[in-house]
């Protein structure tokens, strides 16, 4: 494959608007758009993925919900994270779902493995774990053979708001983030090695980095 363009966007960003930004990216695009991942920091917000039951929303308090358009259960975005919304073309890629997915995770664990961090996948459950924690949450909308939504990486943020969700649909799922783990990079500090990650775990020749906040 190609290029990647990679676009950091800033961050305390709010949920709605850059939902609609990705899906009018995927509605309009054609064969010869380039595919792009996306780099921010969102500010608080919970998300309820299609399959999502309010069940698992234990006491939000504050903190709004919105349903969305992606798979999976229900996370948390919030400053501290670094989220990472993948625009990719994988009908012309030739990436399957499950591939495009587990490309995710070993991007998070290469990362982390260059940070001395032992990390994994877990097939049934997709994300990245560290000692049973999960630390990157993982979640994707197809719509005729595009994607967005993509993957949150904990980097140093307030994990209290967990404590109000079952993470993913899991009761009792405990979650870590970077900085406990000896990582000391800010989120977007972080951006450039997973950038690098995902374009080498999918594929793609070069990566071109550009300023969009």
């Known amino acids: 494959m190609g290029t990647l363009t ?8 709010a949920y709605q608007p850059v939902l609609e930004k990705m ?3 995927t509605r309009t695009r054609d064969e010869h758009t380039p595919d ?22 234990l006491d939000p308090g504050p903190i709004p919900v919105l349903p969305i358009d992606r798979g999976g259960q229900v996370t948390y975005h919030g400053p501290g994270q670094l989220v990472a919304y993948l625009l990719l073309d994988v ?3 030739g990436l399957g779902v499950r591939e495009l997915v587990m490309a995710m995770e070993q991007a998070v664990i290469g990362l982390l493995a260059v940070h001395g961090v032992d ?22 909308r197809v719509s005729r ?19 109000r969700i079952n993470p993913c649909g899991y009761a009792g799922l405990e979650v870590t983030q970077c900085r406990d783990l000896g990582i000391d990079e800010h989120p977007l500090e972080l951006a450039g ?13 070069r990566i071109e980095w550009v300023l969009d906040g």
């Open 145 to 163: 053979g595009r994607t967005y939504h993509g993957l949150s990486l904990n980097v140093g943020m307030d994990l209290t708001p967990f404590r």
């Open 91 to 93: 009908r012309r890629n």
């Open 36 to 57: 792009e991942v996306w780099f921010l920091e969102h500010e608080p917000v919970f998300t309820l993925g299609r399959n999502g039951k309010m069940e698992h929303i």
């Open 6 to 13: 990679a676009r950091v966007l800033g961050h305390g960003l």
């Open 23 to 25: 899906q009018a990216f």
């Open 193 to 205: 090695s997973l950038g690098l990650q995902l374009a080498q775990q999918l594929g793609y020749q």
């Open 119 to 140: 990390a994994c996948g877990d097939r049934d459950a997709p994300g990245v774990y560290v000692d049973g924690r999960k630390i990157a949450a993982l979640g994707l």
